[in-house]
């Protein structure tokens, strides 16, 4: 049985193991085994007809006419200023991510609900239509909903609630707003949806870039191969 006493560390200060510590831990292994399981599983079922799986993490992420203020260079003794709008609009990004190669399909639509993200994961079918894809994602309201449609090419798996740090998809949004939304000023939705669409549109064509980003070892590391 571990111990739960208390011990002194070596700057005097008082330290006491956290039990929960490792019933979270051991909760958040045994999804993550669930899901390798779930890919070994399907990589045999599709190579019975000869088809290629591919794993792909989705996410959604907002953008809109709110400011984003960072940090940026500036002269010394200079305080920059950046101009922002207090005005609450919004677009949303849907994006799916292969961590394995670095593909990237993406979507910018007006709203999040099951009627977009069937458009969406209808269009990700479409562009992989001679392959099987396990798309992964959260427990979000509208990736649950029963009236939501998912392909025929395609199976959903759920990563554990309250886990964002288990996506690589959210490494999609932070590039995209450090490096086309930080300190912009937009007159209008318009603006921002063609600075969004370039921004994806340059991840999408840099496959490299983006699997630097989301290649997680514990995902690259699942066979897409049945032998």
Not at 37 to 60: C, G, N, T
Not at 105 to 110: A, N, T
Not at 162 to 169: D, M, V
Not at 179 to 202: I, P, W
Request: positive net charge; charged residues 25%; aromatic residues 8%.
């Amino acid at each position: 049985r571990p111990s739960t006493g208390c011990s002194i560390d070596t700057a005097g200060a008082r330290s006491c193991p956290d039990p929960g510590i490792r019933k979270q831990t051991r909760r958040r292994r045994r999804p993550l085994k669930k899901l390798r399981r779930a890919v070994r599983q399907e990589v045999w079922r599709q190579a019975e007809s000869d088809r290629r799986v591919r794993l792909m993490f989705q996410d959604e992420g907002r953008f809109g006419l709110l400011g984003t203020p960072r940090r940026c260079w500036a002269p010394r003794a200079v305080r920059p200023v950046v101009a922002a709008r207090l005005q609450r609009q919004y677009l949303y990004a849907f994006s799916a991510v292969s961590p394995h190669d670095g593909v990237m399909d993406s979507l910018v639509l007006p709203w999040v609900s099951a009627q977009t993200m069937s458009l969406f994961l209808g269009e990700v079918a479409q562009r992989h239509a001679q392959e099987f894809v396990l798309m992964v994602m959260d427990q979000a309201g509208w990736h649950l909903a029963g009236e939501l449609v998912v392909p025929t090419n395609m199976r959903l798996l759920f990563l554990p609630a309250y886990s964002p740090e288990l996506n690589p998809a959210e490494h999609i949004w932070e590039s995209l707003r450090e490096q086309c939304f930080a300190n912009h000023f937009f007159a209008d939705l318009d603006a921002v949806e063609r600075t969004l669409e370039a921004g994806l549109s340059a991840l999408e064509s840099d496959p490299i870039r983006t699997q630097s980003m989301t290649g997680f070892d514990w995902i690259t590391s699942i066979s897409l191969n049945a032998t």
